[in-house]
């Protein structure tokens, strides 16, 4: 596949036959993760950003915490690549757990971290997120940017429209979230965006133990 496959494919209208052709580029990728995933327990994807490295507080939170669930038995998933993804793979690996990497090829280049267990690399972003989504059993988000926050979002809203179960997903990094808390909280209830019961639909934590807790607990 072509490096830029997302930017190549949204391009608007082609050739029929070249995009016949991506459809079934696309059907490989899928076929790759689902037979590389297929048998993934008890996993938790982490989310956050490729930015910080290992001096950064939310670099240590990220790795703290993917070591202490994975003490505790529990698989970890990330996108594969650097800061926070890195950081959540070498702790469950430091923890002798399952690490898994689904990594993305960018046109700024990014490479896949060396914690993992399993190593995967996408070309498109939509096929990499259902990875991400379809094997985990909760979601624990760290600060990060524009691919973070879109991450989340498309998490909770498949559990708002039905899509996937009401899977716990843990918000640390908590004064990096609290303006997110807020605006979801006020603005987006206030204006009736979203129902009171969906204006919670986070757990915020900068304890381990705490997440710990909510996974077994739900």
């Not at 994975?70 to 690996?93: C, D, H, L, Y």
């Amino acid at each position: 596949m072509v490096k830029d496959a997302d930017f190549n494919l949204l391009q608007g209208t082609e050739n029929y036959l070249t995009d016949l052709w991506r459809s079934f580029q696309i059907w490989r990728e899928f076929r790759m993760g689902f037979n590389k995933l297929y048998h993934i327990k008890n996993c938790v994807t982490f989310f956050g950003s490729a930015q910080f490295d290992e001096n950064n507080p939310y670099y240590q939170l990220a790795y703290d915490t993917a070591y202490f669930i994975g003490r505790a038995g529990f698989s970890v998933m990330t996108g594969g690549g650097p800061g926070i993804m890195e950081a959540a793979n070498k702790g469950a690996q430091d923890a002798k757990a399952l690490s898994i990497g689904c990594n993305i090829t960018l046109p700024k280049e990014q490479k896949p971290n060396p914690y993992t267990n399993i190593s995967l690399t996408f070309n498109h972003f939509f096929v990499r997120k259902v990875m991400l989504i379809k094997y985990s059993q909760a979601f624990i988000l760290l600060p990060g940017g524009f691919g973070t926050m879109d991450e989340i979002f498309e998490v909770a809203n498949l559990m708002h429209t039905g899509k996937i179960c009401n899977f716990p997903i843990i918000v640390m990094g908590t004064d990096y979230w609290k303006n997110l808390q807020s605006f979801v909280e006020k603005t987006m209830l206030e204006h009736k965006a979203i129902d009171a019961k969906e204006a919670h639909f986070f757990h915020m934590t900068d304890d381990s133990q705490e997440v710990l807790n909510i996974l077994q607990t739900d």
